[in-house]
């Protein structure tokens, strides 16, 4: 068999319980990585986790090897990942209606800057405020962007592979990152070069969101 | 008449070639272009710098508790499963248990009611001889059983039923 965790995930579904530790082991770190960034929070994150696994666990009987076992796993993770960031924006909703006026930009990169480009001129930027500034950028991205940038970035997955996880078309992957990987750079290339605020990033989400 | 122009690169084919996703035609006429035009070259340049900056993102390391904790979730997990799935085989275990105490109870009447036929029971024998006993004190009154026969036989106990029929 050519995807051994493919054999490990074969052997779970027989009742093997040493196998699905050990995929555990490999996949419960990238799961995290991909879903931390994905929303924003490690405690979050941590419980995502778990319920990638348990929907792993549950769905062991009905697993077949028709896919890589890495992009069955994120075809799951997707689908929780969605689930709950829809949860939360409905709650979101819920509890800002009526109070929409109550604050200034929502975008976080732009309030970042405000408060702090007076004090960045074109300079070495330190680590720590090149990860913040990078994490911001990533959070001006949509949620199916975010993914398709994480899968591909630190997954490694192809197209295919992602639009396997994500239910999309090759060509739609294409268009996805290439639109996410130009508003990456419209955030942070000027930044970088300038310490000046980045412009506002094109209109981001809508249109993806209801895609 | 103008030359045809060639095909405008996009910054999505640029990007596909970062991500090593075009054919080989497609990559010869890309790297054909960046020898020539800087401007194309610049804008890949940029869009490189931007994806390896996303290497500055923390990369969280899942720890012993989270491993732990997860497997904890599944083996509760698997325990529902096993409740869940146990219903049945109880169901199972109690029809057979009602059918062995249907058969107990089936077998156990039936054996009251061969002991009832079979042993003597004082009463069943009072019935049998209630009739006797209706007419004890008339039988006493009569030392002849012969004399008795003979008035069955002239049907005169029977008077009485013809004069109410």
């Given at each position: 068999m050519v995807d051994p965790d493919v054999h490990l995930m074969l052997r779970v579904r027989d009742g093997d319980a040493e196998a699905f530790t050990e995929l555990m082991r490999r996949y419960q770190g990238r799961v995290l990585l991909v879903l931390e960034h994905l929303v924003g929070s490690r405690d979050w994150a941590e419980d995502l986790t778990q319920e990638v696994f348990l929907r792993v666990y549950r769905a062991r009987k009905t697993y077949t090897a028709d896919a890589k076992f890495v992009t069955w796993l994120f075809t799951i993770t997707n689908h929780v990942a969605s689930n709950a960031l829809r949860t939360k924006a409905r709650r979101r909703e819920v509890r800002l209606r009526g109070a929409a006026n109550s604050s200034g930009s929502g975008r976080p990169l732009e309030r970042f800057l405000q408060c702090s480009s007076g004090q960045i001129p074109a300079r070495q930027l330190d680590k720590t405020e090149m990860r913040d500034i990078v994490r911001l950028a990533m959070e001006t991205l949509n949620e199916r962007q975010r993914m398709a940038v994480l899968l591909n970035k630190?997954?490694?997955?192809s197209y295919a592979d992602i639009a396997q996880a994500m239910e999309m078309t090759p060509q739609a992957v294409k268009s996805l990152l290439s639109r996410a990987r130009l508003n990456l750079r419209q955030m942070l290339i000027p930044y970088l070069e300038t310490g000046r605020p980045p412009e506002?990033?094109?209109?981001?989400?809508a249109e993806e969101l209801a895609s | 008449m103008d030359a045809p122009q060639p095909p405008k690169i996009t910054d999505e084919d640029l990007i596909a070639y970062l991500d090593g996703e075009l054919e080989d035609a497609a990559c010869r006429w890309i790297e054909k272009l960046l020898m020539t035009d800087p401007a194309i070259r610049r804008r890949l340049q940029e869009l490189e710098r931007t994806w390896e900056l996303l290497e500055k993102l923390d990369e969280p390391v899942a720890d012993d508790r989270l491993t732990r904790s997860t497997l904890e979730m599944v083996a509760v997990e698997a325990a529902r499963e096993v409740q869940e799935t146990s219903p049945l085989q109880g169901r199972r275990f109690w029809v057979r248990w009602l059918l062995v105490l249907g058969s107990l109870l089936a077998a156990a009447g039936l054996g009251v009611a061969v002991g009832w036929f079979l042993t003597d029971d004082p009463d069943r024998q009072l019935l049998e001889d209630l009739p006797l006993l209706e007419n004890l004190d008339c039988y006493r009154q009569i030392d002849d059983f012969q004399f008795l026969k003979g008035l069955q036989e002239r049907m005169l106990f029977q008077e009485d039923q013809s004069d109410e029929g």
């Open positions: 630190f997954e490694g997955m506002a990033p094109p209109s981001v989400g | -």
